[in-house]
């Protein structure tokens, strides 16, 4: 079903579409089919103009068997084309998906929906049959069938997906051809049946001139670093340890070994990130990736190489937790780990990506900051983010700007070498091993200012730790300003960071175009935050922050600002719909004459 | 070229040395010095990475490059290090607690993967920066400050440890045999792959004596074996004793008794560890323990230069990697 959402995706996507997808899937590698448990979902939204989520409501479904169908259903709009299998529903299928009879003959389904049933197991038989594959194999062709009647129905090309098949089946040349068969006895189906009445038309969308391709965000963030690693001339040394949902970052560079990079899957996650540190202290560009539990793992090398002060970039794909958590489904709750999760004083900066496409900016900005400051660097993405796509506008590389790195140079002098003398950000210089005259050890010990020597001197203890704050808090004076969608003052200001910037924005285009004094500010600086953001919030009658996780960004910034924030707050290994927002934020905005919320409700976590 | 020639003094670095008056660890720190310049590697390609205890103080004390990281884990920086630059030489400063207990995971995954550092164990059997707990290599029974009623733990043994994870390179030797233990960090330094070193170390303060049947020049003939390739395993004050292989074990026999084609002749060079194996378990009292090197196998790839070759290929066969190239690569569409 993956594999099907994403052919549409690129399919709707090459068709000009504007694009945004939401794969929802099982933990479990084998969920057992038919179960409730067991249904991989992927919905795709398509549209003619820009559009930033995929969507609250449905507008059609398609389901292959009875649990697919009761665990969807809600979704569907009033109205709304539901497609079944016919053949996925019988005894034994209503018995695995825990239901008493067949759902499709409940009369309201006929009465809400519009309710299109085809024989889909035997009409892939049938179109198959001349393949000789056993039934087994054949009934595994009866997804692309059903591709092949969306195809119809929205009017897309089958073009890319036939390009597809022969490319990932052209060693299995009787199973490409019976996919291909599959697909297109699908749309033939859809075209002389007369029970759609009518198919769908969606023009290209108004985007921005140039090339386009469609992104997802695991491999914008791996095609990130490889730029990065390119244009900073570094080799790129990425050490992890698989973990859902980062491995796919894994999977896309490794591909990478003709542009410099080396991939070290190691044992565990604290292997992972101390030889990265390692491959760090060699001068190399230094990556490492995890999720959630992994990020716990790495807490005490991550503490090492900010002591240490050697560039890197760690990245946390966030997961449902705590501890195992949801493994495939997205929330926002690392934040507060990623802030302070480590022993001591340690601040690292901390940046997070607003979608799929945005994951390649915030890579090389990632590793930009890591050189400029040499400290690690976190990335907070998320699962949405992660395994969901959208248009990206393909960069001219001539254009994109250098990363220029300077590894002090030696000499025979055996002048003492000061390996933390600091530059005018606080920097010290990346003195790496090979070179003549500046040899010094490093250590997770506490060290004497400059000359890097341990040191247990109280008032060194306290300059280092200093020194080391400061470090992060000045990047604030190098990034841009918060910008904000709307005016910079008025009734409401809502902030958000990371996955959740399309749906808050949506909701809040909708409540300006509702008449109400809203906006937003979509923050990509999570550590630092900008420095006008104190006197931003400070211009509105209330802030809102709607996040998925209990409240942790509004922590920080009622800590920060002694502004107070009110919550808008979920986890349910979901993202936010549009409506829900719209509804929060409306409950909030003041009328225009007594100057008071519609409903002073707070969320309980508030 | 004419070279500078350097000498131990010249990798001593700045810093006072903070272990304990009397600390084995003196030792192999003088051996160190004297070994690196007989090997010809410059000091600044010279990379020593420690990991947490005593010993991991060793690369402070080092003039060239160094890293004292965290508990356990110095030969994972090794790896990420090594893969990415093996033109340095890398040696691994580590102890019975930091590399058999927190890092007993890394440790038995970079000999498996054959890095190609040397790893340097110092086994005193006891943890003495904590300040006197009991280390998995304490023997059983041992009352310490964790353990008032004696240890429960079956101790492990490293370099069984290492022939298990097919070590290329796994060798002991003790503190006090300075000569032994110059030779055998020298032997280490040559091999190309991950090298083991075991070194009995004493600590003075917690464990004093533990290891005196080893350590000290009276007892040490009686009970230790020192290995060469291709030679038998006599040892004895006078001499006289000798290891021969009975059925699927050793035992010692009087040279005089035997003739000479039934003693082991030890082999370092065989792939298959099995008798490497049972050297390894040849412990006092029952037996002589052997110092020297095991395990010295030649032809298995190290893991730097396999990942650095995947890069070499991937460039012979792809061309070097064009950012723009992948930019437009696969399906793209024009908005005008």
Same mark, same amino acid.
């Given at each position: 079903?993956?594999?099907?959402?994403?052919?549409?995706?690129?399919?709707?996507?090459?068709?000009?579409?504007?694009?945004?997808?939401?794969?929802?899937?099982?933990?479990?590698?084998?969920?057992?089919?038919?179960?409730?448990?067991?249904?991989?979902?992927?919905?795709?939204?398509?549209?003619?103009?820009?559009?930033?989520?995929?969507?609250?409501?449905?507008?059609?479904?398609?389901?292959?068997?009875?649990?697919?169908?009761?665990?969807?259903?809600?979704?569907?709009?009033?109205?709304?084309?539901?497609?079944?299998?016919?053949?996925?529903?019988?005894?034994?299928?209503?018995?695995?998906?825990?239901?008493?009879?067949?759902?499709?003959?409940?009369?309201?389904?006929?009465?809400?929906?519009?309710?299109?049933?085809?024989?889909?197991?035997?009409?892939?038989?049938?179109?198959?049959?001349?393949?000789?594959?056993?039934?087994?194999?054949?009934?595994?062709?009866?997804?692309?069938?059903?591709?092949?009647?969306?195809?119809?129905?929205?009017?897309?090309?089958?073009?890319?997906?036939?390009?597809?098949?022969?490319?990932?089946?052209?060693?299995?040349?009787?199973?490409?051809?019976?996919?291909?068969?599959?697909?297109?006895?699908?749309?033939?189906?859809?075209?002389?049946?007369?029970?759609?009445?009518?198919?769908?038309?969606?023009?290209?969308?108004?985007?921005?001139?140039?090339?386009?391709?469609?992104?997802?965000?695991?491999?914008?963030?791996?095609?990130?670093?490889?730029?990065?690693?390119?244009?900073?001339?570094?080799?790129?040394?990425?050490?992890?340890?698989?973990?859902?949902?980062?491995?796919?970052?894994?999977?896309?560079?490794?591909?990478?070994?003709?542009?410099?990079?080396?991939?070290?899957?190691?044992?565990?996650?604290?292997?992972?990130?101390?030889?990265?540190?390692?491959?760090?202290?060699?001068?190399?560009?230094?990556?490492?990736?995890?999720?959630?539990?992994?990020?716990?793992?790495?807490?005490?090398?991550?503490?090492?190489?900010?002591?240490?002060?050697?560039?890197?970039?760690?990245?946390?794909?966030?997961?449902?937790?705590?501890?195992?958590?949801?493994?495939?489904?997205?929330?926002?709750?690392?934040?507060?780990?990623?802030?302070?999760?480590?022993?001591?004083?340690?601040?690292?900066?901390?940046?997070?990506?607003?979608?799929?496409?945005?994951?390649?900016?915030?890579?090389?900005?990632?590793?930009?900051?890591?050189?400029?400051?040499?400290?690690?660097?976190?990335?907070?993405?998320?699962?949405?983010?992660?395994?969901?796509?959208?248009?990206?506008?393909?960069?001219?590389?001539?254009?994109?700007?250098?990363?220029?790195?300077?590894?002090?140079?030696?000499?025979?002098?055996?002048?003492?070498?000061?390996?933390?003398?600091?530059?005018?950000?606080?920097?010290?210089?990346?003195?790496?091993?090979?070179?003549?005259?500046?040899?010094?050890?490093?250590?997770?010990?506490?060290?004497?200012?400059?000359?890097?020597?341990?040191?247990?001197?109280?008032?060194?203890?306290?300059?280092?730790?200093?020194?080391?704050?400061?470090?992060?808090?000045?990047?604030?004076?190098?990034?841009?300003?918060?910008?904000?969608?709307?005016?910079?003052?008025?009734?409401?200001?809502?902030?958000?960071?990371?996955?959740?910037?399309?749906?808050?924005?949506?909701?809040?285009?909708?409540?300006?175009?509702?008449?109400?004094?809203?906006?937003?500010?979509?923050?990509?600086?999570?550590?630092?935050?900008?420095?006008?953001?104190?006197?931003?919030?400070?211009?509105?009658?209330?802030?809102?922050?709607?996040?998925?996780?209990?409240?942790?960004?509004?922590?920080?910034?009622?800590?920060?600002?002694?502004?107070?924030?009110?919550?808008?707050?979920?986890?349910?290994?979901?993202?936010?719909?549009?409506?829900?927002?719209?509804?929060?934020?409306?409950?909030?905005?003041?009328?225009?004459?007594?100057?008071?919320?519609?409903?002073?409700?707070?969320?309980?976590?508030? | 070229?004419?070279?500078?020639?350097?000498?131990?003094?010249?990798?001593?670095?700045?810093?006072?040395?903070?272990w304990c008056p009397g600390c084995g660890d003196y030792s192999i720190l003088a051996q160190?010095?004297?070994?690196?310049?007989?090997?010809?590697?410059?000091?600044?390609?010279?990379?020593?990475?420690?990991?947490?205890g005593c010993s991991?103080?060793?690369?402070?004390?080092?003039?060239?490059?160094?890293?004292?990281?965290?508990?356990?884990?110095?030969?994972?920086?090794?790896?990420?290090?090594?893969?990415?630059?093996?033109?340095?030489?890398?040696?691994?400063?580590?102890g019975d607690?930091?590399?058999?207990?927190?890092?007993?995971?890394?440790?038995?995954?970079?000999?498996?993967?054959?890095?190609?550092?040397?790893?340097v164990l110092f086994n005193n059997r006891i943890y003495g920066l904590?300040?006197g707990?009991?280390s998995?290599t304490s023997s059983?029974?041992q009352?310490t400050?964790?353990?008032?009623?004696?240890?429960?733990?079956?101790?492990?043994?490293?370099?069984? #440890?290492?022939?298990?994870? +097919?070590?290329?390179? /796994? %060798?002991r030797s003790i503190d006090a045999h300075v000569?032994h233990l110059? *030779?055998?960090?020298?032997?280490?330094?040559?091999?190309?792959?991950?090298?083991?070193?075991e070194v009995y170390q004493n600590c003075n303060v917690f464990n004093d004596g533990a290891m005196a049947y080893a350590q000290e020049r009276k007892q040490r003939?009686?009970n230790v074996?020192?290995?060469?390739?291709?030679?038998?395993?006599?040892?004895?004050?006078?001499?006289?004793?000798?290891?021969?292989? #009975?059925?699927?074990?050793? +035992?010692?026999?009087? /040279? %005089?008794?035997?003739?000479?084609?039934?003693?082991?002749?030890?082999? *370092?060079?065989?792939?298959?560890?099995?008798?490497?194996?049972?050297?390894?378990?040849?412990?006092y009292?029952?037996?002589?323990e052997?110092i020297?090197?095991?395990?010295?196998?030649?032809?298995?790839?190290?893991?730097?230069?396999?990942?650095?070759?995947?890069?070499?290929?991937?460039?012979?066969?792809?061309?070097?990697?064009?950012?723009?190239?992948?930019?437009?690569?696969?399906?793209?569409?024009?908005?005008?």
């Amino acid at each position: 079903m993956q594999l099907l959402g994403t052919q549409l995706t690129n399919t709707s996507a090459l068709a000009g579409n504007d694009v945004a997808t939401f794969p929802d899937f099982p933990a479990e590698i084998r969920a057992p089919r038919g179960t409730r448990a067991g249904v991989s979902g992927f919905q795709v939204r398509f549209a003619s103009e820009e559009i930033f989520t995929p969507g609250d409501h449905l507008d059609a479904l398609v389901v292959m068997n009875p649990a697919a169908m009761v665990t969807n259903l809600g979704d569907l709009r009033k109205g709304g084309i539901l497609i079944a299998n016919e053949d996925g529903f019988n005894e034994k299928e209503f018995k695995l998906a825990k239901v008493e009879s067949n759902p499709l003959d409940a009369s309201v389904i006929e009465e809400v929906y519009r309710v299109i049933k085809v024989p889909m197991t035997a009409l892939t038989r049938e179109a198959v049959a001349a393949h000789g594959l056993s039934q087994k194999i054949a009934d595994r062709c009866k997804n692309f069938f059903a591709m092949g009647l969306v195809y119809w129905l929205f009017g897309r090309s089958l073009e890319p997906t036939l390009r597809f098949i022969e490319d990932k089946f052209g060693k299995k040349p009787d199973i490409a051809a019976a996919n291909i068969s599959a697909l297109r006895a699908g749309w033939a189906f859809g075209e002389t049946t007369e029970a759609f009445g009518e198919s769908y038309q969606v023009e290209a969308a108004d985007l921005v001139k140039g090339t386009y391709r469609n992104m997802m965000g695991n491999q914008a963030l791996a095609w990130g670093l490889v730029a990065a690693s390119k244009l900073s001339d570094k080799d790129m040394f990425y050490g992890t340890y698989p973990i859902t949902p980062a491995s796919d970052i894994l999977h896309e560079v490794t591909r990478f070994k003709n542009f410099g990079v080396r991939t070290f899957q190691a044992e565990d996650e604290i292997a992972a990130v101390c030889a990265t540190i390692g491959a760090a202290f060699g001068g190399t560009m230094a990556v490492t990736a995890s999720s959630g539990p992994g990020i716990a793992l790495k807490a005490e090398a991550m503490g090492l190489g900010m002591m240490l002060e050697l560039p890197m970039i760690v990245i946390n794909v966030q997961r449902g937790g705590p501890s195992t958590g949801l493994p495939t489904k997205t929330e926002q709750s690392d934040l507060l780990q990623c802030m302070f999760g480590r022993n001591g004083e340690s601040p690292l900066p901390i940046l997070a990506p607003r979608s799929p496409g945005d994951c390649f900016d915030i890579a090389v900005e990632a590793w930009r900051l890591a050189v400029e400051c040499m400290c690690p660097v976190l990335i907070l993405s998320d699962g949405y983010i992660a395994n969901g796509s959208e248009p990206w506008k393909i960069p001219d590389v001539s254009k994109l700007p250098k990363i220029v790195i300077k590894h002090p140079e030696g000499g025979e002098s055996d002048a003492p070498f000061m390996p933390y003398a600091r530059d005018e950000n606080l920097a010290r210089p990346w003195a790496i091993p090979g070179t003549q005259g500046l040899m010094h050890r490093l250590g997770g010990l506490e060290k004497e200012d400059g000359t890097g020597n341990v040191s247990y001197d109280p008032a060194n203890h306290q300059h280092m730790t200093d020194t080391r704050a400061a470090k992060v808090s000045r990047i604030a004076e190098r990034i841009p300003d918060q910008d904000v969608y709307g005016e910079t003052s008025g009734d409401v200001l809502v902030i958000s960071w990371g996955g959740t910037y399309g749906s808050c924005h949506t909701a809040v285009r909708n409540c300006r175009n509702a008449g109400h004094s809203v906006s937003h500010a979509h923050l990509r600086y999570i550590n630092p935050l900008p420095k006008n953001l104190g006197e931003l919030m400070r211009g509105f009658n209330k802030v809102i922050v709607p996040e998925l996780n209990m409240g942790q960004l509004r922590m920080l910034l009622r800590a920060k600002y002694l502004v107070d924030c009110i919550g808008v707050n979920k986890v349910q290994g979901k993202p936010f719909a549009v409506s829900e927002l719209f509804e929060a934020i409306e409950s909030h905005v003041s009328t225009a004459k007594d100057g008071k919320s519609k409903a002073d409700v707070r969320n309980k976590a508030g | 070229m004419n070279l500078p020639v350097l000498k131990a003094a010249d990798f001593a670095s700045d810093q006072d040395v903070r272990w304990c008056p009397g600390c084995g660890d003196y030792s192999i720190l003088a051996q160190m010095k004297k070994v690196l310049p007989e090997l010809g590697v410059p000091r600044e390609k010279t990379v020593f990475i420690s990991g947490i205890g005593c010993s991991s103080r060793f690369p402070y004390y080092m003039n060239t490059y160094g890293m004292h990281s965290i508990h356990g884990r110095a030969p994972t920086f090794a790896t990420g290090l090594k893969s990415t630059r093996p033109d340095l030489m890398v040696w691994v400063i580590t102890g019975d607690g930091d590399a058999l207990s927190i890092g007993g995971n890394h440790f038995i995954h970079c000999l498996r993967r054959n890095l190609d550092i040397n790893i340097v164990l110092f086994n005193n059997r006891i943890y003495g920066l904590t300040k006197g707990q009991y280390s998995p290599t304490s023997s059983e029974g041992q009352v310490t400050k964790s353990t008032p009623m004696g240890s429960i733990d079956h101790p492990l043994h490293p370099l069984s #440890v290492a022939l298990a994870a +097919e070590a290329t390179f /796994v %060798a002991r030797s003790i503190d006090a045999h300075v000569k032994h233990l110059g *030779e055998t960090l020298k032997r280490a330094a040559e091999h190309k792959g991950t090298s083991l070193v075991e070194v009995y170390q004493n600590c003075n303060v917690f464990n004093d004596g533990a290891m005196a049947y080893a350590q000290e020049r009276k007892q040490r003939a009686e009970n230790v074996v020192e290995l060469e390739h291709g030679k038998p395993l006599i040892f004895g004050t006078n001499n006289d004793k000798a290891v021969r292989l #009975v059925g699927n074990h050793l +035992e010692v026999v009087n /040279v %005089a008794d035997v003739p000479a084609d039934d003693l082991l002749i030890h082999d *370092e060079k065989e792939m298959n560890p099995s008798i490497q194996m049972m050297l390894a378990r040849m412990r006092y009292p029952e037996m002589p323990e052997p110092i020297g090197v095991l395990r010295a196998v030649q032809g298995i790839a190290t893991y730097n230069d396999q990942i650095n070759d995947q890069v070499t290929a991937a460039k012979a066969k792809k061309g070097e990697g064009d950012l723009q190239a992948l930019f437009n690569s696969g399906d793209t569409w024009e908005v005008a």
